[in-house]
């Protein structure tokens, strides 16, 4: 083959991506689909970085998904003047994160923990690693991966198929119909993509579709379900109990000690969900123990009428309409209750 | 840097805009070179002292070996260089590795020595700019080449980005020689690197990461006994993905050098097409091996002072070629297993040399079984998967971490195991047979011939079109940055 027949493939090679990926992203976005962004490490890593913003400045949160979904950024942010730094990772323990923060020297700032007790009081390696893996990966990250990171930021932003837990190639491979091996474990169905689109600040977001369609909920109350009834973990108790709250009493004696401010959040869930997490993890032996354990204070939802009331639609997470109203409410009670000040919310400002 | 990353997209467009500006060859080299450090820095910038240091040293000692007349002090300084290079590797590559040993050691004598481990930080790619830079100053010293005149060529040949962490390995005859005249690509060769760069990108992104990793990490990484079918599938995923991660390194960084219009050295020949171990050793890493003949091999005497010291040389290089893939005894006796191959191997072919020539005379045909024999192509292709079996079994001690992991994992592979734990989906399981089949088929029928020649073949949409299809996988596949596998060796 000539140049020229090379360069004739080339052209034709060119034309044929462009076109394609065109069709792909008009195809995804006709079915009412936005882009959402890959909340891997790199985008966890990022906020990481974020957290030595002076503590006026910005709060950390950590916790699980429900922080993800329940507070909402851009209502926090308009209320207090202040940046929020989202590290909670879904179906994950905070623990590892709040040991991370407490050995950071440099970190002194204002932190939000999110107890999910079926999380939070969780020994189980699969409650941890990722948390782990994602510290790691900050604490390594070559000045390539940081670049990276930023091109890949403006790529993402605009196309919908850049969504890798649904539109990648092993991602779509998966969901044919291929027999299931015995004896292989694996999970009978994933999230359907409208439960939740990611926002380059990590808030997670149910769509529309979703809120609508109750056999969508559904299929992700099934998966709740699912997951309780494979779990072998019981609820921490005794010598292991003690030990979790050892830990999260030192580290948050490490960061008060350098000037921070810890405080403990309960996050609203509902219907049956909500019943059995109270019969799991009683409020007195769980909750109340770690507030008092550490001394600092807390925010359960069930304690305020104004964020007692959400019925969450697969009764874990906030839609985001309640999203702001909870939020809103937040704000609030940490100002007025628990002498929390925003300097640079928009009205104190001149 | 990786090729397989964003940040080296935008680095590679804004060097080809640069190097196709109409600046001097001397400002075009300094441009490169400075390129290739930001390149290495890209991963950890401190190491670049190393770089430096390593180029510093042997281009003066390289110089000094060539122009030395007086014999002691030639052997000084190839020592000097020696110990500077190797001394370096030694520290950085194996110095966990000789603590470990050694504390093994004393412990069994009864000595209770623990010292702290080491928190030693491996420079990506130092084993391949060491033996690059050593090939140089072991060059100079037999007077096999002219020394490098100028600084810049020499930094150049050392540090140029498309082969400085993973190869391949280049002696200074095949690259120094280009820095010397002004290169540009021509748009054939421009064409021809776009091209082996997807093709690079595809085997690594695609078929590497995306399709054959999952299913080797998980039987690799797990402690369960498996059932056979999921540890042959898991050695099988990890024979192709070592395979498709690092051909294609190097078919990435001979692209990107074309498009720069420089030619590197070939590295893979369709290595699972080998008809027995030294076919497969001229197929596989050509230039690591070629550089353990040429510079240990042979210097140790090669097959020049009988059987017996033939057997011990392939069995020294093997053993230190292990070593050279990493710190751990696995590797190790991954190297044995090679060099037990090309024993064997020798020792039935003088056997079976000896045999023909005896029966020179006999009639073949009445021989049993040959047909079959006759039959070259057949009884080639039964080689070539007898090779490729045994191949697979070498990969075990290279990807277990430990020899636990490595007996349990064979163990797996050659005795039913009943209640072997299942570990792999059925599609995992038919995305490794597929691909698998596909590789070696690929390899059977490419084996004497080379991509772009049969790329050159094709009418021109045919070409565009599986080019297109590579690209879309790429982008479909979503996995990017991650790094290769060669860079920790």
Redesign the interface.
């Known amino acids: ?3 020229p ?9 060119i034309v ?2 462009v076109l ?2 065109a069709s792909w992203e008009l195809h995804l976005r006709s079915s009412g689909l936005r882009p959402s962004y ?1 909340d891997g490490e790199s985008l966890w890593a990022d906020k990481r970085a974020m957290v030595y913003m002076p503590s006026d400045k910005a709060t950390v949160f950590i916790g699980s998904s429900r922080n993800k979904f329940d507070l909402d950024i851009k209502t926090w942010e308009d209320l207090t003047g202040e940046k929020v730094v989202q590290l909670a990772m879904e179906g994950m323990s905070p623990l590892p994160v709040l040991d991370d923060l407490a050995a950071d020297q440099k970190f002194a700032g204002k932190l939000m923990i999110d107890v999910t007790e079926g999380l939070f009081f969780s020994a189980s390696p699969r409650n941890t690693s990722e948390p782990k893996t994602r510290i790691a990966y900050f604490k390594k990250r ?4 940081r ?2 990171f930023l ?2 930021h403006v ?1 993402e932003s605009q196309f919908v198929f ?1 969504d ?1 837990n649904f ?4 991602a779509m ?2 969901e ?1 119909p ?7 474990f ?1 999970l009978p169905w994933g999230c359907p993509i409208e439960f939740g689109r990611v926002t380059f600040d990590r808030q997670n977001i149910m769509t529309e579709k979703f809120l609508r369609d109750t056999s969508l909920q559904n299929k992700v109350t099934g998966l709740w379900n699912f997951y309780r009834s494979i779990s072998t973990d019981k609820p921490a108790s005794g010598a292991t109990l003690d030990s979790f709250i050892n830990v999260v009493v030192k580290d948050v004696k490490l960061i008060q000690a350098r000037g921070g401010n810890v405080i403990f959040v309960r996050t609203p869930s509902s219907g049956p969900y909500l019943m059995g997490e109270k019969m799991g993890f009683p409020r007195t032996q769980y909750w109340d123990r770690i507030l008092l354990a550490t001394g600092r204070q807390g925010i359960h939802f069930e304690d305020y009428p104004a964020t007692a009331h959400f019925q969450c639609p697969e009764f874990s997470h906030l839609k985001q309409a309640d999203a702001i109203i909870y939020t809103q409410n937040l704000v609030s009670i940490l100002q007025q209750e628990k002498g929390w000040v925003f300097p640079h919310k928009p009205m104190s400002r001149p | 840097m990786v090729f397989n990353s964003y940040t080296f997209i935008v680095f590679f467009i804004i060097i080809l805009i640069l190097h196709n500006l109409p600046f001097s060859w001397r400002a075009k080299k300094i441009n490169l070179l400075v390129a290739s450090y930001i390149f290495y820095a890209a991963w950890n910038p401190p190491f670049i002292l190393l770089l430096w240091l390593s180029t510093v040293v042997d281009f003066f000692v390289g110089r000094a070996l060539y122009q030395q007349e007086n014999i002691n002090k030639r052997k000084l300084l190839l020592v000097v260089s020696l110990i500077g290079n190797l001394g370096m590797l030694c520290f950085f590559k194996y110095g966990t590795f000789l603590l470990e040993n050694f504390t093994t050691l004393v412990n069994l004598a009864g000595i209770n020595y623990h010292p702290a481990k080491p928190n030693i930080i491996l420079p990506a790619g130092i084993s391949f700019y060491t033996f690059t830079t050593l090939c140089y100053t072991i060059d100079m010293y037999k007077r096999k080449s002219e020394p490098v005149k100028s600084m810049l060529d020499f930094s150049l040949f050392v540090t140029f980005f498309p082969h400085l962490v993973a190869g391949p390995i280049v002696r200074p005859p095949q690259l120094v020689p280009q820095f010397e005249n002004p290169h540009q690509a021509s748009q054939k060769q421009f064409l021809n690197g776009l091209f082996l760069l997807c093709l690079g990108l595809f085997m690594k992104v695609v078929l590497a990461d995306s399709l054959l990793a999952p299913a080797a990490n998980m039987v690799f990484n797990s402690s369960a006994q498996l059932r056979t079918i999921d540890a042959w599938m898991g050695v099988l995923a990890f024979s192709g993905q070592i395979f498709f991660d690092f051909a294609g390194y190097s078919t990435c960084a001979i692209g990107v050098a074309s498009c720069l219009g420089f030619v590197l050295p070939q590295n893979f020949m369709y290595p699972y097409a080998a008809i027995g171990f030294s076919d497969f050793w001229r197929r596989w890493h050509i230039t690591l091996s070629s550089w353990l003949r040429d510079y240990l091999y042979i210097p140790l005497g090669g097959n020049r002072k009988g059987s017996f010291r033939t057997y011990i040389n392939l069995m020294i290089t093997m053993l230190l070629g292990g070593l050279w893939h990493g710190a751990n005894w696995t590797f190790v006796a991954w190297g044995a297993l090679h060099g037990l191959y090309l024993c064997v191997e020798k020792f039935v072919k003088d056997v079976s040399t000896a045999k023909v020539s005896t029966l020179a005379y006999a009639n073949v045909n009445e021989m049993p079984g040959s047909a079959i024999l006759r039959n070259k192509h057949l009884s080639n292709l039964a080689l070539a998967m007898m090779t490729f079996f045994f191949i697979n079994v070498t990969w075990v001690f290279f990807r277990s971490p430990d020899f636990t992991s490595a007996w349990r994992m064979l163990n797996s592979m050659f005795s039913p195991i009943k209640a072997g734990t299942a570990l792999l989906s059925t599609l995992a399981i038919i995305e490794v047979c597929i691909i698998t089949f596909l590789m070696v088929l690929a390899h059977w029928l490419m084996k004497n011939t080379k991509v772009l020649a049969v790329a050159e073949k094709l009418p021109w949409w045919l070409l565009g079109i599986a080019w297109s299809i590579m690209i879309l996988l790429i982008i479909w596949s979503q996995e990017s940055s991650s790094s290769f596998i060669y860079f920790q060796f």
């Open positions: 083959m000539t140049a027949n090379f360069l004739k493939a080339g052209i034709l090679t044929l991506v394609s990926v890959d070559t000045p390539a991966q670049f990276s091109v890949n790529v850049l890798k539109f990648s190639m092993n491979l998966e044919l291929i027999p299931r091996r015995g004896g292989v694996a």
